[in-house]
């Protein structure tokens, strides 16, 4: 039997992590058109959810002054506007996440066509399928991380601003701290397993590319 010539190498986790965020500082400008999209849909995300929460635990104090504001807006205990308003708000933030998603996919695959090249030399060194799997998916999830938080923290803000404005100073005397952190824990939830799962078939594409074809296109 005629011997086998070379073996696939086995790369640690750290190098993988290297790799991306060397990848990342290198097309900084796609990495922040790629975040921008995810902040943008956990801030709607965010702020939908701490308004949400700030109107529930008005609407529950015992305070005259609080009850005539919300009765002048119509938010009242009562109300079926706030009902219809909250579905329709959720139609509208799964459409945000799910262009958040397309976008990312989108994003991660243009990046594996712009990196024929340094796909098919690290396969031609021996690089195993799995270790470029995990370069894709540790850069997507870098940048799904960082956004999320961003976007965690701009929602806030903007929901609180606007609370401010309608309802004035009791949004911070009755600000409904656990409710807002619940609702940060599942925005960062879903803003990672949206940058992960988006990143799945770019990163499959990248690991089945064949490296003598990925070398010989002209870039």
């Not at 070379?6 to 400008?29: D, N, T, Y």
């Not at 975040?35 to 949400?52: K, P, V």
Request: hydrophobic share 50%; glycine share 8%.
């Amino acid at each position: 039997m005629p011997k086998e010539v070379g073996q696939q190498i086995v790369l640690p986790l750290s190098k993988a992590i290297e790799l991306s965020a060397k990848s990342i500082r290198v097309r900084l400008g796609r990495s922040l058109i790629t975040m921008s999209g995810i902040i943008l849909a956990i801030a709607f995300l965010m702020s939908i959810g701490t308004s949400n929460a700030v109107l529930d635990k008005l609407r529950h104090v015992d305070d005259p002054r609080v009850q005539s504001v919300l009765q002048a807006k119509g938010l009242d205990l009562d109300s079926e506007a706030v009902h219809e308003e909250r579905a329709r708000n959720t139609w509208l933030v799964v459409l945000s996440l799910l262009v958040c998603l397309v976008g990312i996919w989108n994003s991660m695959l243009m990046s594996v066509t712009e990196r024929f090249r340094e796909i098919g030399t690290m396969k031609c060194l021996g690089a195993l399928d799995s270790f470029i799997i995990k370069i894709f998916l540790l850069e997507s999830s870098f940048q799904g991380v960082v956004g999320t938080l961003v976007g965690i923290f701009l929602g806030l803000l903007l929901s609180v601003v606007m609370g401010l404005g309608s309802y004035g100073s009791a949004v911070l005397k009755y600000f409904p701290w656990l409710a807002v952190l619940r609702w940060g824990g599942l925005s960062l939830l879903i803003g990672s397993v949206i940058s992960v799962v988006a990143a799945i078939y770019p990163a499959y594409v990248a690991a089945k590319m064949e490296p003598v074809e990925a070398m010989r296109v002209d870039r």
